[in-house]
C-alpha cells in the first residue's frame, strides 16, 4: 500500500479556507485518494474521494495534481465544528481493500 | 441510514477477564474490520473478515481473536484482558468489489481494563 505523508496538525480561524496536502509518492495506477474526518470520541467518516484532478461535494474540494503524487482536502470558510482529525488514505479501492490510516492531521479552528 | 453498531460505547473490566465486542452492520456488506486507536498512533488494524468464518490478522492481532459466524456481525474476543489493551476500539465495514470502496464506521467502544 503506498504510504502517505500529512502535517500532524494545524490551525485556522473561522471562516478562513483550510488547506491540507498529503504526499503519496508510491500511488499505483489503480489507486483512489479516500479522505476521512473524526471527531473526538467518534469513528472516522468518510468526506470525499477522487482519483484525478478535481472532486467537490457539499462538504469539501478535494484537488489532485496531473502526476498524482499528493492531493489537497480543502474546506471553504471553516467553523469551529470542523475541528477534527482528518486522514488521508489511497488504495486500489478493490475487493480486498484495506483501510490504512496514517495519524491524520489535527486541525484546530479558533473563534 | 446505513450503520455500524457496537454493543457498547464504554465498558471496564477487570484484568484476566474475557471481553467481548461486538460490531453489527446492517449494510450487507462483506468486508468488517476491527481497529484500535490510541492517541497520537492513529487506528490500528487488529483483525479484518472478507466473508463469513473467514478471519486475517491485522498489524496488531496478538492477544485479540475473532469471530463471524453471520455476515452482520463481527466480534472481537480480548481472550484475557491486560491493562495494555485499554483503548478506544472501532469497527468498521465496507463493500467487496467495489472500485471506490467506502468504510462506514462504529461509534467506537472505549475499553478500560483496571
Known amino acids: 500500500l503506498a504510504k502517505t505523508t500529512q502535517p500532524i496538525s494545524m490551525d485556522s480561524y473561522e471562516g478562513q479556507e483550510v488547506n491540507i496536502t498529503c504526499s503519496h509518492n508510491?500511488?499505483?495506477?489503480?489507486?483512489?485518494i479516500t479522505w476521512y474526518q473524526q471527531f473526538p470520541s467518534q469513528g472516522p467518516r468518510f468526506i470525499i474521494q477522487g482519483y484525478k484532478t478535481k472532486v467537490t461535494n457539499e462538504v469539501a474540494s478535494l484537488f489532485i495534481p496531473a502526476d498524482r503524487k499528493s492531493s489537497t482536502l480543502s474546506l471553504p470558510r471553516v467553523s469551529l465544528s470542523d475541528t477534527a482529525v482528518y486522514y488521508c488514505l489511497v488504495g486500489d479501492g478493490g475487493g480486498s481493500y484495506i483501510p490504512t490510516f496514517g495519524r491524520g492531521t489535527s486541525l484546530i479552528v479558533h473563534p | 441510514d446505513v450503520k455500524v453498531t457496537q454493543s457498547s460505547r464504554y465498558l471496564v473490566k477487570r484484568t484476566g477477564e474475557k471481553v467481548f465486542l461486538e460490531c453489527v452492520q446492517d449494510?450487507?456488506?462483506?468486508?468488517m474490520f476491527w481497529y484500535r486507536q490510541d492517541p497520537g498512533l492513529g487506528l490500528r488494524l487488529i483483525y479484518f473478515?472478507?466473508?463469513?468464518?473467514?478471519?486475517e490478522k491485522g498489524d496488531i492481532p496478538e492477544g485479540y481473536s475473532v469471530s463471524r459466524e453471520k455476515k452482520e456481525r463481527f466480534s472481537l474476543i480480548l481472550e484475557s484482558a491486560s491493562t495494555n489493551q485499554t483503548s478506544m476500539y472501532l469497527c468498521a465495514s465496507s463493500l467487496f468489489g467495489s472500485s471506490n470502496t467506502e468504510a462506514f464506521f462504529g461509534q467506537g467502544t472505549r475499553l478500560t481494563v483496571v
Open positions: 508510491n500511488i499505483a495506477t489503480n489507486d483512489y
Open positions: 449494510m450487507d456488506h462483506e468486508n
Open positions: 473478515s472478507y466473508d463469513v468464518k473467514m478471519k
